[in-house]
């Protein structure tokens, strides 16, 4: 089905002057975030604000997270076509589309099932494929689910969760919120052999990430 002009054309000005304007130079994650209708990932009363430079309320408490922000954490895994990623967090399902019109193989978990719907779903209606949706807690998965080239958390960690670095691959790439539940720092991980190479890319606020080595339910 054809788009309305006007939605193609705020997702252009958004990667332009949100995205690209911010550093963000990856030409494949630039033309993925040109693709993918984020209008068809937000609630149908929120069409309109799909394209603002804000992140967005989708039910059960979570949100789809800013644009920049999804576009710098895509940058920082430097995904590759035929990567295995894993994203913790499915939400809406925009960050797993992303990495899926990469050409990346993607498993995404979600802990609430009603929103592991609403991904596949979404995902239906956008004609993305190769995402896989998982429902369960994404700290709790057993080894032989990986190993992954590159892990996206999209929630926010007391610390680096120990069952996420052993699910990467040699040279993983790893990105993460980590920190309170009101504040956290962007932090990317690379795993070379048994050494852990930490990098801090500014201050974040995400919903808490939930679980076995997350926060526990309030
Ligand atoms: N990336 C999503 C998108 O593109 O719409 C937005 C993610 S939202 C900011 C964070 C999500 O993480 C919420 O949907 C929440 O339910 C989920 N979550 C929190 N803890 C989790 C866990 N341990 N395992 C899987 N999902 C979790």
């Not at 990567?83 to 399902?93: I, N």
């Not at 925009?94 to 979404?122: D, F, K, S, W």
């Not at 080894?143 to 052993?166: K, Q, W």
Request: charge should be negative; aromatic fraction near 4%; hydrophobic fraction near 40%.
């Amino acid at each position: 089905m054809k788009e309305d002009i006007g939605y193609t054309v705020r997702r252009n000005q958004m990667v332009d002057q949100q995205i690209a304007a911010r550093g963000v130079s990856d030409p494949a994650v630039l033309d993925a975030m040109r693709r993918v209708p984020r209008h068809l990932f937000v609630p149908e009363s929120l069409k309109d604000d799909a394209y603002d430079d804000c992140p967005l309320p989708i039910g059960y408490g979570a949100t789809i997270s800013q644009p920049y922000i999804v576009g710098l954490m895509t940058a920082l895994i430097e995904p590759k076509p035929g990567d295995r990623v894993l994203e913790v967090g499915a939400g809406s399902g925009y960050q797993a589309a992303i990495l899926g019109l990469i050409g990346c193989r993607v498993t995404a978990i979600e802990r609430i099932p009603e929103l592991a719907h609403l991904a596949q779903t979404n995902l239906k209606q956008a004609g993305v494929e190769g995402v896989t949706i998982m429902v369960g807690d994404g700290t709790a998965l057993s080894g032989s689910e990986g190993p992954f080239n590159a892990i996206i958390t999209t929630a926010a960690a007391p610390d680096v969760p120990p069952s996420l670095v052993a699910l990467l691959a040699e040279g993983g790439r790893m990105v993460l919120p980590v920190g309170d539940r009101d504040m956290q720092v962007l932090t990317c991980i690379h795993k070379t052999g048994t050494k852990l190479t930490v990098s801090h890319h500014g201050a974040v606020r995400f919903v808490p990430l939930i679980g076995a080595q997350g926060w526990s339910p309030v």
